[in-house]
Structure formats: C-alpha cells, structure tokens
C-alpha cells in the first residue's frame, strides 16, 4: 500500500503457486508473481489514514500480510518507500500523478517533509 495525502493505492503482490514470500521484491518481475490492485475496505483505509495522521507522515508505503484465515497484518511502514516499481506493472494505480499532485499543489511543509527538513529554507523562494 502507497499512502500520498489521503489517498490510499493499494497493491496485492501473491506468488502465482499459492506460495509464500520473505520479500515479494526479489521476485516483483519474474513469471512466480502476480500484481494486482487491491481492493481494501472503509475500515482498513481509515485505520491506514489514521495511523499515517498519528505518525505524522504525508506519504509512506506501508507493508501489510494477509495469513492463511484472512487476517490482516500491519508490519511497518516506510516512509521514503518506493512504489514506482509497483506502478510500472500496474500503472492503474496511478501513484506518480498522485505524487506529483501533492508536490504541485502541497504546501512548504508538506514538501519539506517529504524531501528532507534540510532544503527547507531553499524551497521558501520556490513554493
């Protein structure tokens, strides 16, 4: 999952054999994979929103398992993560114009979070 603003891309990686991946990354292109949109529930995105409003954070892609009953489980969340990789074989998705979207039309703040506290003060003439 690709969290940009308050919106919510969803990806479901699965090994085409009904396997199980240690990190789905390794295999993201080869023909053992399947990518796919994922379709997620009110309750999930909200929880998902939430948590990146607790944290603080405006974009972030979140690693998320589902185990053999179904359940759904949480297990980090990256917050200069890459999802790039993920568009290029699901371009549905369409998380770079939603990334783009946030930078062409966020605030300093938000930018400055995302690319680093550091440039903050060059992007006051910019932004």
Do not use: W
């Amino acid at each position: 999952m690709t969290v940009i603003g308050r919106t919510v891309h969803a990806a479901k990686i699965t090994k085409r054999d009904g396997g199980h991946f240690v990190d789905a990354r390794m295999f993201i292109e080869s023909l053992q994979t399947s990518v796919e949109i994922a379709h997620i529930d009110a309750a999930l995105e909200s929880a998902l929103l939430a948590l990146m409003e607790q944290a603080g954070l405006t974009y972030g892609c979140l690693d998320l398992v589902v185990d053999r009953f179904g359940v759904i489980h949480f297990l980090e969340v990256n917050s200069s993560g890459q999802f790039l990789y993920i568009e290029q074989l699901v371009p549905e998705l369409r998380t770079l114009a939603s990334f783009a979207s946030l930078l062409a039309n966020g605030q300093e703040k938000i930018i400055a979070r995302l690319l680093g506290r550091y440039i903050n003060e060059g992007l006051r003439g910019i932004v």
